[in-house]
């Protein structure tokens, strides 16, 4: 069976890998989409976005990355699968992915969206605190895999 792991990935973290190493055991196939479209602001455009993914993933062999504009549930359709996953950490992240789920599944009821919790030590991690820190030189090397670390260094410098 196939999943969809959707996304912004404004970086793709430690966390998120953690949570796509989990599905990727579970289902033959996932799918990492990473959305062009972002309510927050974006950090990196959605190329770059896409490329780090790709590049922090090439360890998974079922596991391809697809960039995708639009709603997730067209995506998926368009990829024939009918399952979500995302990613819960604290109490904080509760409401916004329940009314998600509940609006993906008005939208296109056969669509389903299965919850997976991170290893403990990535439960507060969040590619919001990973752009604050980076945008104070922090070292990140624990939070991120080293191609983002360096991303987000070079985004820096070019700042400076
Ligand atoms: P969004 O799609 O809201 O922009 P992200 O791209 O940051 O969110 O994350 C995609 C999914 O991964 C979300 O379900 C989010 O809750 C989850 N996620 C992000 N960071 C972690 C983490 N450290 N551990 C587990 N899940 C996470």
Do not use: W
């Not at 479209?37 to 780090?52: G, H, I, S, V």
């Not at 359709?77 to 904080?92: D, P, T, Y």
């Not at 789920?101 to 030590?121: C, Y």
């Amino acid at each position: 069976m196939k999943a969809i792991y959707p996304g912004t990935f404004d970086p793709i973290t430690l966390g998120h890998l953690n949570i796509l190493e989990k599905a990727s055991k579970i289902f033959d196939e996932v799918i990492l989409g990473v959305a062009d479209y972002t309510a927050k602001q974006n950090y990196f455009d959605p190329l770059e976005r896409f490329e780090l993914c790709q590049t922090c993933t090439a360890h998974l062999s079922n596991v391809k990355v697809i960039r995708f504009t639009g709603l997730v549930v067209n995506f998926a359709k368009e990829q024939n699968c009918r399952i979500l996953i995302r990613g819960l950490r604290a109490v904080s992240d509760f409401e916004y992915e329940l009314s998600l789920a509940l609006h993906n599944v008005k939208l296109s009821p056969e669509i389903e969206t299965i919850f997976l919790v991170p290893s403990l030590r990535y439960m507060y991690l969040s590619s919001s605190m990973i752009r604050q820190l980076a945008d104070l030189d922090a070292d990140l090397n624990d939070f991120v895999p080293p191609a983002v670390a360096k991303a987000l260094k070079q985004k820096l410098n070019r700042k400076s």
